[in-house]
Protein backbone atom coordinates (compact mmCIF):
# COMPACT_ATOMS: atom_id res chain seq x y z
CA UNK A 1 0.00 0.00 0.00
CA UNK A 2 1.27 4.01 0.06
CA UNK A 3 3.70 5.00 2.73
CA UNK A 4 0.65 7.21 4.26
CA UNK A 5 -0.47 6.07 7.48
CA UNK A 6 -3.52 4.51 6.08
CA UNK A 7 -4.95 3.54 2.69
CA UNK A 8 -6.63 5.63 0.70
CA UNK A 9 -10.09 5.16 -0.63
CA UNK A 10 -11.71 7.24 -3.67
CA UNK A 11 -14.74 6.16 -4.77
CA UNK A 12 -15.97 7.78 -8.36
CA UNK A 13 -19.16 8.23 -10.17
CA UNK A 14 -19.43 7.63 -14.15
CA UNK A 15 -23.53 7.28 -15.64
CA UNK A 16 -25.02 6.21 -13.36
CA UNK A 17 -27.94 6.12 -10.75
CA UNK A 18 -25.91 6.81 -7.37
CA UNK A 19 -27.17 3.08 -6.24
CA UNK A 20 -24.27 1.22 -5.69
CA UNK A 21 -22.28 4.26 -3.96
CA UNK A 22 -25.64 4.53 -1.61
CA UNK A 23 -24.91 0.74 -1.20
CA UNK A 24 -21.22 1.76 0.76
CA UNK A 25 -23.57 4.54 2.50
CA UNK A 26 -25.72 1.86 3.57
CA UNK A 27 -23.37 0.12 5.44
CA UNK A 28 -23.70 2.34 8.66
CA UNK A 29 -21.88 0.48 11.55
CA UNK A 30 -19.44 -1.45 8.74
CA UNK A 31 -18.37 1.69 6.89
CA UNK A 32 -17.44 3.07 10.41
CA UNK A 33 -15.30 0.38 11.24
CA UNK A 34 -14.01 0.54 6.98
CA UNK A 35 -13.93 4.42 7.33
CA UNK A 36 -11.49 3.56 10.56
CA UNK A 37 -9.32 2.07 8.55
CA UNK A 38 -8.87 3.89 5.35
CA UNK A 39 -8.73 7.76 4.50
CA UNK A 40 -11.64 8.54 2.51
CA UNK A 41 -9.68 10.67 -0.19
CA UNK A 42 -12.45 11.25 -2.87
CA UNK A 43 -16.20 10.81 -2.43
CA UNK A 44 -17.69 13.94 -3.17
CA UNK A 45 -21.51 11.48 -2.77
CA UNK A 46 -20.30 11.62 0.77
CA UNK A 47 -17.93 14.43 2.14
CA UNK A 48 -17.74 17.97 0.63
CA UNK A 49 -13.25 17.86 1.01
CA UNK A 50 -11.57 15.92 -1.87
CA UNK A 51 -7.73 15.14 -1.93
CA UNK A 52 -5.98 14.43 -5.02
CA UNK A 53 -4.38 10.54 -6.14
CA UNK A 54 -2.50 8.58 -6.06
CA UNK A 55 -5.11 6.10 -4.17
CA UNK A 56 -4.37 2.48 -2.99
CA UNK A 57 -7.83 1.49 -3.77
CA UNK A 58 -10.92 2.97 -6.48
CA UNK A 59 -14.07 2.22 -6.74
CA UNK A 60 -16.01 3.50 -9.85
CA UNK A 61 -19.56 3.53 -10.33
CA UNK A 62 -21.34 4.06 -13.80
CA UNK A 63 -20.66 2.65 -17.59
CA UNK A 64 -19.00 5.49 -19.87
CA UNK A 65 -20.76 7.37 -22.06
CA UNK A 66 -18.98 10.53 -23.28
CA UNK A 67 -15.63 11.82 -24.94
CA UNK A 68 -14.76 13.38 -21.44
CA UNK A 69 -15.75 10.30 -19.72
CA UNK A 70 -12.63 8.26 -21.07
CA UNK A 71 -10.23 10.56 -20.60
CA UNK A 72 -11.69 11.35 -17.13
CA UNK A 73 -11.76 6.92 -16.72
CA UNK A 74 -7.98 6.76 -17.78
CA UNK A 75 -7.25 9.37 -15.51
CA UNK A 76 -8.53 7.43 -12.65
CA UNK A 77 -6.75 4.47 -13.86
CA UNK A 78 -3.43 6.20 -13.78
CA UNK A 79 -4.03 7.36 -9.94
CA UNK A 80 -5.08 3.87 -8.55
CA UNK A 81 -3.06 1.14 -7.20
CA UNK A 82 -6.26 -0.96 -7.24
CA UNK A 83 -9.37 -0.10 -9.40
CA UNK A 84 -12.48 -1.99 -8.68
CA UNK A 85 -15.47 -1.67 -11.53
CA UNK A 86 -18.99 -1.74 -8.79
CA UNK A 87 -22.34 -2.53 -10.56
CA UNK A 88 -23.97 -3.33 -13.67
CA UNK A 89 -23.11 -0.23 -15.71
CA UNK A 90 -19.51 0.00 -14.35
CA UNK A 91 -18.80 -3.92 -15.82
CA UNK A 92 -20.94 -4.40 -18.27
CA UNK A 93 -23.07 -0.88 -19.80
CA UNK A 94 -25.79 -1.03 -17.77
CA UNK A 95 -29.57 -0.41 -18.60
CA UNK A 96 -28.25 2.72 -20.91
CA UNK A 97 -26.32 0.46 -23.05
CA UNK A 98 -30.07 0.00 -24.82
CA UNK A 99 -28.45 2.73 -26.91
CA UNK A 100 -25.80 0.42 -28.13
CA UNK A 101 -28.46 -1.80 -30.52
CA UNK A 102 -30.06 1.48 -32.45
CA UNK A 103 -29.46 5.05 -32.87
CA UNK A 104 -28.68 6.97 -29.81
CA UNK A 105 -29.99 10.07 -31.62
CA UNK A 106 -33.15 8.31 -31.77
CA UNK A 107 -33.60 8.27 -27.71
CA UNK A 108 -32.13 12.43 -27.62
CA UNK A 109 -34.62 13.07 -29.88
CA UNK A 110 -37.40 12.07 -27.89
CA UNK A 111 -36.38 12.30 -24.65
CA UNK A 112 -34.64 15.99 -24.76
CA UNK A 113 -36.67 19.11 -25.29
CA UNK A 114 -33.14 20.65 -26.73
CA UNK A 115 -31.27 17.65 -28.29
CA UNK A 116 -28.80 20.18 -29.75
CA UNK A 117 -27.43 20.61 -26.50
CA UNK A 118 -26.62 17.06 -25.36
CA UNK A 119 -23.19 15.97 -26.38
CA UNK A 120 -23.22 12.10 -25.93
CA UNK A 121 -21.59 8.57 -27.71
CA UNK A 122 -23.10 6.41 -29.24
CA UNK A 123 -22.62 3.76 -27.00
CA UNK A 124 -22.55 3.04 -23.45
CA UNK A 125 -19.74 0.74 -22.23
CA UNK A 126 -17.79 -0.55 -19.25
CA UNK A 127 -15.07 0.69 -17.78
CA UNK A 128 -13.16 -2.30 -18.96
CA UNK A 129 -13.54 -1.36 -22.28
CA UNK A 130 -10.93 1.58 -21.85
CA UNK A 131 -8.78 0.98 -18.96
CA UNK A 132 -7.74 -2.09 -17.21
CA UNK A 133 -9.63 -3.46 -14.33
CA UNK A 134 -8.47 -5.23 -10.99
CA UNK A 135 -11.96 -6.47 -9.42
CA UNK A 136 -15.28 -6.63 -10.53
CA UNK A 137 -18.45 -6.17 -8.12
CA UNK A 138 -21.87 -7.49 -10.08
CA UNK A 139 -25.31 -6.24 -9.15
CA UNK A 140 -27.79 -3.67 -9.60
CA UNK A 141 -26.89 -2.50 -7.15
CA UNK A 142 -23.81 -4.46 -5.49
CA UNK A 143 -24.30 -6.32 -2.12
CA UNK A 144 -23.10 -4.23 0.33
CA UNK A 145 -21.89 -7.39 1.99
CA UNK A 146 -19.47 -8.33 -1.26
CA UNK A 147 -17.98 -4.52 -1.05
CA UNK A 148 -17.36 -5.19 2.80
CA UNK A 149 -15.42 -8.36 1.70
CA UNK A 150 -13.60 -6.82 -1.18
CA UNK A 151 -12.75 -3.71 0.24
CA UNK A 152 -11.38 -5.70 3.31
CA UNK A 153 -9.91 -8.31 1.53
CA UNK A 154 -7.63 -5.53 -0.39
CA UNK A 155 -6.78 -3.85 3.01
CA UNK A 156 -5.23 -7.36 4.41
CA UNK A 157 -3.20 -8.46 1.09
CA UNK A 158 -5.55 -11.62 0.40
CA UNK A 159 -7.87 -12.58 -2.10
CA UNK A 160 -11.55 -11.58 -1.78
CA UNK A 161 -14.17 -14.77 -1.22
CA UNK A 162 -16.95 -13.73 -3.62
CA UNK A 163 -20.07 -15.96 -5.18
CA UNK A 164 -19.08 -17.97 -8.24
CA UNK A 165 -22.14 -19.61 -8.11
CA UNK A 166 -25.62 -19.00 -9.64
CA UNK A 167 -28.99 -17.53 -8.26
CA UNK A 168 -30.45 -21.31 -8.17
CA UNK A 169 -28.33 -22.29 -5.70
CA UNK A 170 -29.66 -19.33 -3.55
CA UNK A 171 -33.52 -20.45 -4.52
CA UNK A 172 -32.02 -24.30 -3.05
CA UNK A 173 -30.42 -22.63 0.36
CA UNK A 174 -33.40 -20.79 1.18
CA UNK A 175 -36.01 -23.31 0.14
CA UNK A 176 -37.97 -21.13 -2.51
CA UNK A 177 -39.64 -23.67 -5.37
CA UNK A 178 -38.33 -23.15 -8.72
CA UNK A 179 -40.82 -20.68 -10.29
CA UNK A 180 -39.95 -22.15 -13.94
CA UNK A 181 -40.58 -25.42 -13.14
CA UNK A 182 -43.56 -24.93 -10.70
CA UNK A 183 -45.14 -22.10 -12.46
CA UNK A 184 -43.69 -21.72 -16.30
CA UNK A 185 -42.48 -18.33 -15.31
CA UNK A 186 -39.49 -16.95 -17.02
CA UNK A 187 -36.06 -16.81 -14.88
CA UNK A 188 -32.52 -16.22 -15.38
CA UNK A 189 -31.56 -17.52 -12.47
CA UNK A 190 -29.98 -20.20 -14.11
CA UNK A 191 -27.72 -18.22 -16.04
CA UNK A 192 -27.33 -15.39 -13.53
CA UNK A 193 -24.55 -14.70 -11.01
CA UNK A 194 -25.55 -15.03 -7.16
CA UNK A 195 -25.30 -12.31 -4.63
CA UNK A 196 -28.93 -11.52 -4.30
CA UNK A 197 -30.08 -14.22 -1.88
CA UNK A 198 -32.53 -14.90 -4.23
CA UNK A 199 -34.90 -12.05 -3.89
CA UNK A 200 -37.64 -12.18 -6.81
CA UNK A 201 -37.90 -15.96 -7.01
CA UNK A 202 -38.79 -16.02 -3.27
CA UNK A 203 -41.93 -13.11 -4.34
CA UNK A 204 -42.75 -15.74 -7.05
CA UNK A 205 -40.93 -13.15 -9.82
CA UNK A 206 -38.57 -14.90 -12.26
CA UNK A 207 -34.31 -13.66 -11.68
CA UNK A 208 -33.54 -10.39 -13.84
CA UNK A 209 -30.11 -10.86 -14.03
CA UNK A 210 -29.10 -8.16 -12.32
CA UNK A 211 -25.80 -9.89 -11.19
CA UNK A 212 -24.72 -10.46 -14.58
CA UNK A 213 -23.49 -13.77 -16.45
CA UNK A 214 -22.40 -16.70 -14.14
CA UNK A 215 -19.30 -18.41 -15.82
CA UNK A 216 -19.92 -21.17 -17.64
CA UNK A 217 -23.36 -20.46 -18.25
CA UNK A 218 -25.73 -21.31 -21.28
CA UNK A 219 -28.20 -18.39 -22.34
CA UNK A 220 -29.11 -19.83 -25.50
CA UNK A 221 -30.37 -23.13 -23.77
CA UNK A 222 -32.24 -21.13 -21.69
CA UNK A 223 -34.03 -19.19 -24.35
CA UNK A 224 -35.24 -22.13 -25.89
CA UNK A 225 -36.81 -23.12 -23.18
CA UNK A 226 -38.27 -19.83 -22.76
CA UNK A 227 -39.59 -20.17 -26.05
CA UNK A 228 -40.93 -23.80 -25.12
CA UNK A 229 -42.94 -22.07 -22.25
CA UNK A 230 -44.99 -20.08 -25.09
CA UNK A 231 -42.38 -16.35 -25.04
CA UNK A 232 -41.65 -14.91 -28.54
CA UNK A 233 -38.27 -15.10 -29.87
CA UNK A 234 -38.34 -10.48 -29.45
CA UNK A 235 -39.63 -11.28 -25.90
CA UNK A 236 -36.71 -13.72 -25.18
CA UNK A 237 -34.27 -11.24 -26.52
CA UNK A 238 -36.00 -8.43 -24.31
CA UNK A 239 -35.40 -10.90 -21.20
CA UNK A 240 -31.49 -10.62 -21.84
CA UNK A 241 -31.12 -6.96 -22.85
CA UNK A 242 -31.89 -6.12 -18.87
CA UNK A 243 -29.49 -4.11 -16.23
CA UNK A 244 -26.56 -6.53 -17.82
CA UNK A 245 -27.55 -7.00 -21.41
CA UNK A 246 -24.10 -6.03 -22.81
CA UNK A 247 -22.48 -8.12 -21.62
CA UNK A 248 -21.06 -10.63 -24.14
CA UNK A 249 -22.97 -13.88 -23.15
CA UNK A 250 -26.49 -12.13 -22.54
CA UNK A 251 -25.86 -9.76 -25.74
CA UNK A 252 -25.40 -12.93 -27.93
CA UNK A 253 -27.98 -14.56 -26.71
CA UNK A 254 -30.84 -11.76 -27.03
CA UNK A 255 -29.32 -11.10 -30.70
CA UNK A 256 -29.69 -14.73 -31.49
CA UNK A 257 -33.41 -14.87 -30.18
CA UNK A 258 -34.19 -11.00 -31.66
CA UNK A 259 -35.77 -12.51 -35.09
CA UNK A 260 -36.55 -15.92 -34.25
Request: charged share 20%.
Amino acid sequence: MSTAAKPRLAVYKFASCDGCQLSLLDCEDELLAVAGAVEIAYFVEARRQTLAGPYDITLVEGSVTTEEEIERIKEVRRQSRFLVAIGACATAGGIQSLRNWIDVNDYVNTVYATPEYIDTLATSKPISDYVEVDFELRGCPISKYQLLELVTSLLIGRLPHLPSHSVCQECKARGTVCVTVAQGIPCLGPVTLGGCWAICPAFNRGCYGCFGPVEDGNPIALGEQFMALGQTGAQVSRAFRGFNGYAPVFRQASEYFEDK
